[in-house]
């Protein structure tokens, strides 16, 4: 059975190394860094960004740490609150150990919002690893870079754990404000899960920017982040086969006329709006075959007339 998770986006910081410029209002291929990172946790039940309200192409739920600009630790703490109210059999923010994952037993995604990378299969990948690990006693799940650094703001926590270390910590110190994340998360034993495909690339400079601009426009990037973005843009988060439409484009091209390729697949995609939210990525195939059936035949009149 796939675990259920929420997410925990940070998204308050000062942005310093950027010239204090919006980081996550920063655009990477025509969307927000936040809005990538919403794409990446787009299958977490509940999403709570920690910053000030924005518009975002995802809905989520806000928080804000007290005080404001209060360190990654406080607004982890504002996040949780937000998640759910702590659990009242657990005296203090304390509970027993993580068991099987459930109701009593949540897991969250905790990330920055500077992740142009960060995908839904990485997301996938940590919960359940974070899930596996359980028995020999994981509460949390951290992604790893090339360089086998862990990340502990691309890991999946178990919610209960994140509560007693930062119930012990905030008495410790006497609250948060000001502290670093590793106070909790350095606490907790961990799953590493070595990362892929750029998940853990973070922008925190300016050359940080332009490398993610260039890399999303290499030849083997730029389609399947153009469809990510168009999708994102009109609300879709429909999965279709990308080359059988370009194989319908490229048969209508040909066999036609040049405009009669968008022409053809804007007819596909509304066929299959037609046949309703049952029709999924079946209802484009259909529809995508049997123009491209028509096409061909279109196009074989053409050569027994030549």
């Not at 000062?14 to 025509?30: C, M, N, Q």
């Not at 990037?221 to 429909?238: F, H, M, P, Q, S």
Request: charged share 25%; aromatic share 4%.
């Amino acid at each position: 059975m796939t675990t259920a998770y929420d997410a925990i986006v940070l998204a308050g910081g000062a942005a310093r190394r950027l010239g204090g410029a919006d980081k996550p209002g920063v655009r990477v291929g025509g969307r927000s860094l936040l809005d990538r990172v919403l794409t990446g946790c787009r299958d977490a039940g509940t999403t709570v960004v920690v910053a000030e309200p924005r518009a975002t192409a995802r809905p989520v739920e806000w928080a804000r740490e007290d005080p404001p600009g209060g360190g990654p630790l406080a607004a982890l703490d504002a996040g949780l609150r937000r998640l759910a109210p702590a659990d009242p059999f657990a005296p203090s923010g304390r509970s027993t150990p993580a068991g099987p994952s459930g109701p009593s037993d949540p897991v969250v995604l905790l990330l920055s919002a500077d992740l142009p990378f960060f995908r839904a299969d990485t997301a996938r990948r940590l919960v359940d690893a974070l899930v596996s690990g359980a028995g020999a006693g994981a509460e949390a799940a951290v992604l790893v870079d090339g360089d086998g650094r862990e990340q502990p703001l691309v890991a999946a926590y178990r919610v209960r754990a994140l509560r007693r270390e930062i119930a012990g910590v905030a008495a410790e110190r006497g609250g948060l404000d000001g502290l670093p994340l590793r106070l909790v998360t350095g606490r907790l034993p961990v799953v590493r899960v070595a990362g892929e495909g750029g998940a853990s690339f973070d922008c925190d400079t300016w050359g940080d920017i332009a490398t993610a601009r260039a890399r999303i426009r290499e030849h083997g990037n730029v389609l399947d982040e153009w469809i990510t973005a168009v999708k994102d843009e009109l609300g879709i988060d429909l999965d279709v086969d990308t080359h059988l439409l370009l194989d319908l484009a490229r048969d209508a091209a040909h066999g036609v006329a040049r405009p009669a390729a968008p022409l053809t697949t804007f007819l596909v995609g509304y066929a299959a709006a037609r046949a309703g939210a049952d029709g999924g990525p079946e209802a484009v195939a259909e529809a995508a075959r049997k123009a491209a059936a028509l096409a061909q035949r279109w196009a074989a009149e053409q050569d027994d007339a030549g």
